[in-house]
Structures are given as C-alpha cells and as structure tokens.
C-alpha cells in the first residue's frame, strides 16, 4: 500500500510518467483532440502526446490500462478547452490521470 502512494508523489512530480508534445518518441500516445482526448492512440500522429512511463515504477502496459479506463469514465472531459475542436492540453492530461489514479482501489488511502 505505503509503494502505491509513493508511486502517486512521484507522479505529481513528473513521475513515474510523463507525456510529450506531438513528434516525441514514447511507450504509447493519447489523443488529444475532440471526443477521443486521452484515449490510447493506435499510431503517433500531428495531434497525439507521448506518454513515457518509467518501466522501474510503473509498467507502461498498466498505464497505457489506465489511460484508457480514464477515458471510458470521462476523467478528460472536465480538463477539455476549446469550442469549436475541445481539446486537452499536456498540463491537464497528466492531472487528470493523477486524479484518476488516486481513485483506482491500488492507490487509495482508504485501505
């Protein structure tokens, strides 16, 4: 449990995953336009991110899990800018799933 939270202040320092601009290399990458914002993206593409995860502390199987749990539930929708074509930017993509993790059963405080 006491490793579960400790992997949650890594990550609101940046770690133990991060997520790049479009064009950066990563074990997988999001969406980050219209309804599939945060949504695991098959293929990199001019309006993916790239999400790094470091394989020490977290598996990047497991989190590219979560990415897309968090997009099942709607945890991007509240961080969406925009009105024409909503989309999130990197800031906001890592608070949300910082957020979403702290509520998955594994990372609770609660046990």
């Not at 579960?4 to 064009?23: E, V, Y």
């Not at 309006?47 to 199987?61: E, G, H």
């Amino acid at each position: 449990m006491k490793e579960a939270i400790d992997i949650l202040r890594k990550s609101q320092q940046g770690h133990p995953f991060t997520i790049h601009s479009p064009g950066s290399e990563g074990d997988f990458h999001i969406h980050s336009v219209g309804a599939n914002a945060g949504k695991p993206a098959k293929e990199p593409s001019a309006t993916t991110y790239a999400v790094r995860s470091d394989p020490t502390v977290l598996d990047p199987k497991f989190l590219r899990y979560a990415f897309e749990h968090a997009h099942q539930t709607g945890r991007f929708k509240k961080y969406m800018r925009g009105s024409v074509i909503e989309r999130v930017n990197v800031g906001d993509a890592h608070k949300a799933m910082v957020e979403h993790m702290r509520k998955m059963p594994i990372f609770s405080r609660n046990k």
